[in-house]
């Protein structure tokens, strides 16, 4: 038995067919740029997460970077950001100038709750990231960053579907940011992201960033860029929302039996919360001091697995600081994900729990 981490080409025939028919509308249409397709996305997502502000984006990685220009940081101020993490959030804070102070995480990935401690005259803002789907205590960090006079840009990347407290991730802070990467859980078949935000004016000037400053066509009220979505993402997106809800119920199911099947093991450690609100079962990561060998015994057994990630941001020439990071450099250290999306079988889940603890009790 072959089982792929992830192989996109596998998802279900139905939902194929209604991408295919989506593709056929807008080619028939002839709009690529902005249009209903893009409006109704926006207005769908923004319903989902309690009618938050959404503003679709090229990609998650200039949603962040859009969401700090709007917030005006830039160079002279610092921001906080968790030591593992995809590149992107702190990449977006060197492009706009700005340095990041990278912070430990908690063990299982998330920004250490005594981040406070990173604070300096020059901290603009924190950017918590929803690592793997699971949501960091966002009441305490919005209480902490609010007595601090702190900017909050959520980078819930990995967070769509994930709530806390009936709030959905992206939407407790200044600016929330979403990918729809293919490989995430709501995936364009392309690049797409959005911003999310409670405050009008932030909205509206994240829309004049993201399309040259202009509020009308050939008015330019300041300097921005093109950061549009792509009409077709727009539309295969709205295609895929209507499979999210059974697929996220897929994901957690799955979740629920390599839990059942592993929780035995006492040399791995498995996800906390996943089968909770707060978390959207994106990634099922565990962790184990033996995590590259088991990695080579399960490629072995043609078991796809992936590393998020295998080095911590400051160790990246790019970023380069000392620091021991402790927690965040033994998840890169001992972090494996394992095969889960929705369009696995049941007896694929049960061929990768017998090969984990063939490994171990072997
Ligand atoms: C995917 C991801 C991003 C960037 O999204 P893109 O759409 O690929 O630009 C940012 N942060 C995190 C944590 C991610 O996982």
Not at 45 to 52: K, Q
Not at 150 to 173: C, M, N, P, R, Y
Request: aromatic content about 10%.
């Amino acid at each position: 038995m072959k089982v792929p981490f992830l192989d996109l080409s596998r998802m279900e025939e139905s939902l194929k067919a209604a991408l295919k028919t989506k593709f056929d509308e807008i080619l028939e249409n002839g709009r690529f740029s902005g249009g209903e397709e893009v409006e109704d996305f926006e207005q769908r997502v923004s319903e989902y997460l309690g009618f938050t502000k959404a503003i679709a984006c090229a990609n998650g990685t200039d949603a962040l970077e859009l969401a700090l220009r709007a917030l005006n940081i830039g160079p002279g101020d610092e921001v906080i950001v968790p030591a593992l993490t995809w590149v992107s959030t702190a990449e977006v804070v060197k492009m706009v100038g700005a340095t990041p102070i990278f912070w430990d995480t908690d063990e299982w990935g998330l920004l250490k709750s005594d981040w406070e401690k990173a604070i300096t005259p020059k901290t603009k803002a924190v950017i918590p990231v929803h690592l793997y789907g699971k949501m960091v205590d966002m009441e305490s960090l919005m209480t902490g960053s609010k007595n601090q006079e702190l900017f909050v840009v959520e980078d819930a990347a990995q967070a769509f579907g994930s709530f806390q407290k009936g709030k959905g991730a992206g939407t407790w802070s200044d600016v929330g940011c979403l990918s729809f990467y293919p490989t995430k859980n709501l995936g364009a078949l392309g690049e797409a992201g959005m911003c999310l935000t409670n405050n009008v004016h932030i909205e509206k000037k994240i829309r004049l960033l993201l399309n040259h400053g202009q509020p009308t066509r050939d008015q330019h009220e300041l300097i921005g860029r093109n950061s549009r979505i792509d009409t077709l993402q727009a539309g295969f997106l709205n295609v895929q929302l209507d499979y999210f809800k059974a697929n996220l119920d897929l994901r957690k199911k799955y979740a629920g039996l390599y839990f059942e099947g592993l929780n035995h093991l006492k040399e791995i450690k498995l996800p906390i919360g996943i089968l909770k609100e707060d978390h959207n079962a994106h990634l099922f990561v565990i962790q184990s001091k033996k995590r590259d060998s088991l990695q080579k015994f399960l490629v072995e057994n043609g078991i796809g697995t992936a590393i998020h990630y295998p080095q911590i941001l400051p160790d990246l020439e790019p970023f380069r600081c000392k620091g021991k990071f402790q927690n965040a450099r033994r998840i890169s250290q001992e972090g494996l994900s394992l095969p889960l999306n929705p369009w696995m079988k049941r007896n694929e889940i049960d061929f990768v729990i017998q090969k984990i603890c063939e490994f171990f009790e072997k």
